[in-house]
């Protein structure tokens, strides 16, 4: 079991940015989080994945946010932290953090979920 607590979203222009963090508050082992990713779905949306990111660091985005999104982790910490800058209204949706002990890249199969966070991106 691995038990995900997401950072409180926000509302910024379009243009602005945004940081969000979610933190491991328990797990039965370390490796249940070896990948973490980040998705989002907008109000009507599917669920889509933004970016995940494994055990040493490597990363994948989705095309929709590359070079305007960071992800990061601190394996001591436990923390992931999504950094979004050049933020724009179709960003808009509630955000998940999610973890999996498997490489899942950007599908939504993760095992693992946080409660999600809402964040409004206006134009």
């Known amino acids: 079991q691995v038990h ?24 039965t082992w370390p490796t249940d989080y070896n990948y973490m990713a980040w998705f989002r779905q907008g109000s009507g949306k599917e669920r889509e994945g933004v970016a995940q990111i494994d055990q040493y660091g490597i990363t994948v985005y989705a095309d929709s946010v590359k070079g305007r999104f960071t992800i990061s982790r601190d394996n001591l ?3 992931l932290t999504l950094q979004m ?3 724009k209204p179709e960003d808009t949706g509630v955000y998940y953090c999610a973890a999996d002990w498997r490489g899942l890249g950007l599908s939504p199969s993760y095992t693992y979920w946080g409660q999600g966070t809402p964040v409004t991106i206006s134009s």
């Open 4 to 27: 995900l607590v997401e950072s409180v979203g926000g509302s910024v222009q379009a243009g602005g940015s945004l940081r969000l963090s979610c933190v491991v508050s328990r797990a």
């Open 85 to 87: 800058s050049s933020l």
């Open 77 to 79: 910490k436990k923390n």
